[in-house]
């Protein structure tokens, strides 16, 4: 079946630190990739996207992430974390052939401090 | 424009009862999705529905736990003789199609289920 794998499962850092959450999925075909975030007391909302083209993928806030097919990676990147960047992280993939359901990492959660 | 929905926003019931569990999705959104979030397994992929019928099922946990969707809308989770085990938040997810994976899928609030 397939997986999907975050390696961390709490980061803690200071505000204006860089930021690389890491995600890896197992092999199953072409894949469409997704970061969603869930702030305190709120419901999932995305991050960024990649389904084709190039690899680096801008997303909202600042977020970024990078595919590279040969790793099976979807790593999460931010050059200046900021207090509110405060959240759990999730890693979702969609394989082509299983339809458009999403396995999810099973999160990270970032502590940014003050 | 209006989110996506979801209703009863807390529900608590005791072992044994039927809970149903509603989900509105954005209007126009053909596709809809079930997923369970919970402490020990993560966010789990429950059922996705296209239009009003349901492609894939393979996520639900037991024959407890069944789902309709009706006038390619609303859809109503629905578990049967719940227990413990079952406590979780159900999360409903809407796109706008199901023909390119890559859709944006939306999340609603969930349904935080506490099974006493």
């Known amino acids: 079946a397939q997986s999907v794998s975050q390696h961390n499962h709490h980061v803690i850092l200071s505000e204006a630190a860089s930021l690389e959450l890491g995600c890896n999925y197992s092999y199953g075909g072409t894949v469409n990739l997704f970061w969603y975030v869930q702030y305190p007391g709120q419901h999932l909302q995305l991050l960024l996207k990649y389904f084709s083209g190039d690899p680096l993928v801008k997303g909202i806030k600042g977020f970024e992430a990078e595919f590279i097919k040969s790793k099976f990676s979807f790593n999460l990147r931010k050059p200046s974390v900021q207090w509110s960047d405060t959240a759990e992280y999730f890693c979702a993939v969609n394989w082509d052939n299983q339809g458009g359901k999403l396995i999810f990492g099973q999160g990270t959660e970032l502590s940014v401090k003050p | 424009g209006a989110g996506v929905s979801q209703s009863p926003s807390n529900k608590v019931t005791e072992k044994g009862k039927d809970v149903e569990l509603r989900c509105d999705p954005i209007s126009g959104h053909t596709a809809l999705y079930w997923y369970r979030q919970s402490l020990g397994q993560g966010l789990e992929f429950l059922i996705y529905f296209q239009g009003n019928s349901a492609p894939d099922k393979s996520g639900l946990p037991s024959d407890r736990f069944s789902a309709e969707r009706t006038g390619g809308s609303v859809s109503t989770l629905t578990i049967q003789r719940t227990q413990q085990e079952d406590s979780a938040v159900y999360l409903c997810?809407?796109?706008?199609?199901?023909?390119?994976?890559?859709?944006?899928?939306?999340f609603g609030p969930g349904t935080r289920l506490t099974v006493l």
């Open positions: 997810a809407s796109s706008l199609t199901l023909l390119a994976g890559a859709d944006t899928q939306y």
